[in-house]
């Protein structure tokens, strides 16, 4: 006798959002002062609600900063329809069928970015669904999570700045200080990370990070003249896909390098990691095509004993992070404060998962107000 296969659920509707989410004031790191980039004024979201018939409900996001979100929303749009009347507990296989479905693309880049807002939603749908946050349904090893802030130390704002924000984020209770580097002028660099590491003391985590602007020369130059500043990192030393020169610098240099979240597929961090390019992965679920996604790379990244802190997203990541088994950190930006209801607390150092369902995130009328494109498929709400 044969039975039909069990079925918990299926996908009722799909309502994809780009979203533009302007910033205060244009952001600048290394990459502006090498003149490979203009200052960022805005980050372009995609967000994926995906509605079953029995009324769950999960939300999700993937984003591109100064290029590449209508290709996102435009990718998402065309794929979208392959999920209706699917289960949704099918994460994986759902994956697989919507890469296949845009196989001509590619599994990287804007393409599997596009299917990570909805491999997020999936997830966030999950939880829900079991009544838990998304770091218990995927086995917590802790409820909180250290957590650093870099959206106070960019290189458009001066050095006396840069100090006033570092002290304001250390009040609110986040744990550590990153600043952007990686100028033409490394002494000026230097005198940047000197005034910073005076004004923390010893006992302050702190990173900076050059976002790929040196060459080898100039990474191991420079890399050796801030050993003395006792760094948790020296983040994106190198281009990222120089995999070579980062064992180079990983091998030669006391201070552990971090990097990994220009890449978008495990298969370009399995490379950093196959080559011991790296000593902290910094993977980017939205970049890297969602949860699904990478789980896989953390098991890998476990595997190899690596330390883990993910970029951006805080919003996902402090689920995933919470789930890896060694001691993680969580990258804070409060950029994203105005598309959702909810805060995320910090304190003592560290951020909490709250006990929110799924995410934990609804989005707020602010996020539905910046609104530019809409695509809808299914039953109509």
């Given at each position: 006798?044969?039975?039909?296969?069990?079925?918990?659920?299926?996908?009722?509707?799909?309502?994809?959002?780009?979203?533009?989410?302007?910033?205060?004031?244009?952001?600048?790191?290394?990459?502006?002062?090498?003149?490979?980039?203009?200052?960022?004024?805005?980050v372009?979201?995609?967000?994926a609600?995906?509605?079953?018939?029995?009324?769950?409900?999960?939300?999700?996001?993937?984003?591109?900063?100064?290029?590449?979100?209508?290709?996102?929303?435009?990718?998402?749009?065309?794929?979208?329809?392959?999920?209706?009347?699917?289960?949704?507990?099918?994460?994986?296989?759902?994956?697989?069928?919507?890469?296949?479905?845009?196989?001509?693309?590619?599994?990287?880049?804007?393409?599997?970015?596009?299917?990570?807002?909805?491999?997020?939603?999936?997830?966030?749908?999950?939880?829900?669904?079991?009544?838990?946050?998304?770091?218990?349904?995927?086995?917590?090893?802790?409820?909180?999570?250290?957590?650093?802030?870099?959206?106070?130390?960019?290189?458009?704002?001066?050095?006396?700045?840069?100090?006033?924000?570092?002290?304001?984020?250390?009040?609110?209770?986040?744990?550590?200080?990153?600043?952007?580097?990686?100028?033409?002028?490394?002494?000026?660099?230097?005198?940047?990370?000197?005034?910073?590491?005076?004004?923390?003391?010893?006992?302050?985590?702190f990173?900076?990070?050059?976002?790929q602007?040196?060459d080898?020369?100039?990474?191991?130059?420079?890399?050796r003249?801030?050993?003395?500043?006792?760094?948790?990192?020296?983040?994106?030393?190198?281009?990222?896909?120089?995999a070579?020169?980062?064992?180079?610098?990983?091998?030669?240099?006391?201070?552990?390098?971090?990097?990994?979240?220009?890449?978008?597929?495990?298969?370009?961090?399995y490379?950093?990691?196959?080559?011991?390019?790296?000593?902290?992965?910094?993977?980017?679920?939205?970049?890297?095509?969602?949860?699904?996604?990478?789980?896989?790379?953390?098991?890998?990244?476990?595997?190899?004993?690596?330390?883990?802190?993910?970029?951006?997203?805080?919003?996902?990541?402090?689920?995933?992070?919470?789930?890896?088994?060694?001691?993680?950190?969580?990258?804070?930006?409060?950029?994203?404060?105005?598309?959702?209801?909810?805060?995320?607390?910090?304190?003592?150092?560290?951020?909490?998962?709250?006990?929110?369902?799924?995410?934990?995130?609804?989005?707020?009328?602010?996020?539905?107000?910046?609104?530019?494109?809409?695509?809808?498929?299914?039953?109509?709400?």
């Amino acid at each position: 006798m044969t039975t039909a296969p069990a079925v918990l659920d299926r996908i009722e509707s799909v309502t994809l959002s780009s979203v533009t989410l302007p910033l205060p004031t244009g952001i600048s790191d290394a990459k502006v002062l090498t003149g490979r980039q203009r200052p960022m004024t805005e980050v372009t979201f995609l967000f994926a609600e995906i509605r079953t018939e029995a009324g769950f409900e999960g939300v999700g996001f993937s984003y591109s900063k100064r290029a590449g979100g209508p290709a996102q929303f435009a990718h998402a749009r065309e794929v979208a329809t392959d999920l209706i009347g699917e289960d949704p507990s099918d994460i994986g296989r759902l994956w697989t069928k919507l890469v296949w479905s845009g196989a001509s693309v590619g599994r990287s880049g804007a393409a599997t970015q596009a299917l990570a807002a909805i491999d997020v939603a999936l997830w966030d749908l999950k939880a829900k669904r079991a009544g838990l946050p998304l770091a218990k349904l995927l086995g917590a090893y802790q409820d909180s999570v250290r957590c650093y802030n870099t959206s106070g130390g960019f290189l458009h704002e001066s050095i006396e700045q840069v100090l006033e924000n570092a002290s304001r984020t250390l009040e609110s209770g986040v744990g550590g200080i990153k600043i952007k580097v990686g100028q033409p002028d490394s002494a000026e660099d230097l005198r940047r990370v000197r005034k910073v590491r005076e004004h923390l003391g010893d006992a302050v985590p702190f990173m900076v990070d050059a976002n790929q602007q040196w060459d080898r020369p100039t990474a191991m130059r420079v890399g050796r003249a801030l050993e003395e500043f006792g760094l948790a990192w020296i983040e994106e030393p190198l281009d990222a896909y120089d995999a070579e020169g980062h064992a180079q610098l990983a091998r030669s240099l006391d201070t552990a390098i971090a990097t990994g979240e220009m890449l978008t597929s495990v298969a370009e961090h399995y490379e950093l990691i196959r080559a011991g390019a790296v000593d902290i992965l910094q993977p980017d679920a939205p970049r890297i095509g969602g949860i699904t996604q990478f789980l896989k790379l953390a098991t890998l990244a476990d595997h190899s004993n690596l330390q883990l802190a993910p970029h951006f997203a805080m919003e996902i990541h402090v689920h995933l992070a919470a789930a890896y088994p060694h001691e993680p950190w969580v990258e804070h930006f409060d950029w994203l404060y105005p598309l959702f209801n909810e805060r995320l607390e910090t304190r003592g150092g560290r951020m909490y998962i709250s006990d929110r369902p799924g995410l934990g995130i609804t989005l707020s009328e602010q996020a539905r107000a910046w609104t530019v494109d809409r695509f809808h498929v299914g039953a109509s709400r």
